[in-house]
């Protein structure tokens, strides 16, 4: 077998296509909740703790001096992540909850009943004997 001809077979098999689009998929939902948090979430957030800008805030380890920019630990930056990181797990455990829910259970066999006793077999013979002496 070619190695094109390999290559194609694996790209084409349904679960790389399937993960391909969920990857493209993944990427615009992580777009679109970043958005949200950073315009949606974190303005009314900061107003209501005293007008705080989450994505300004920092922390100074080093000023500038002439040509060298100063060095800063931005924290705001990463409450911010922080945040998007749990918007975006929390909709894909519900999502996945929901998928769980959707699938078709597969339906139980009713058990078998269970074998019988020896003491049930012993009175079942002594049953039909009885009834062969007196039938």
Do not use: C, H, W
């Not at 689009?21 to 992580?30: C, D, L, N």
């Amino acid at each position: 077998m070619s190695m094109m001809k390999e290559f194609r077979d694996f790209a084409m098999r349904g679960n790389v296509v399937d993960m391909a689009v969920g990857i493209v998929i993944g990427a615009a939902f992580g777009k679109i909740v970043s958005s949200f948090v950073n315009d949606v979430l974190m303005p009314p957030l900061g107003v209501a703790l005293g007008g705080v800008k989450f994505n300004a805030l920092a922390t100074t380890l080093k000023e500038a001096s002439g040509d060298v920019a100063a060095v800063t630990l931005n924290y705001g930056m990463f409450v911010q992540t922080v945040v998007d990181f749990l918007i975006i797990a929390f909709a894909i455990f519900m999502m996945v909850k929901a998928m769980n829910s959707l699938k078709k259970k597969p339906e139980e066999k009713p058990a078998a009943p269970p074998a019988p006793s020896a003491e049930e077999k012993l009175l079942a013979e002594i049953r039909d004997l009885l009834k062969a002496r007196n039938g």
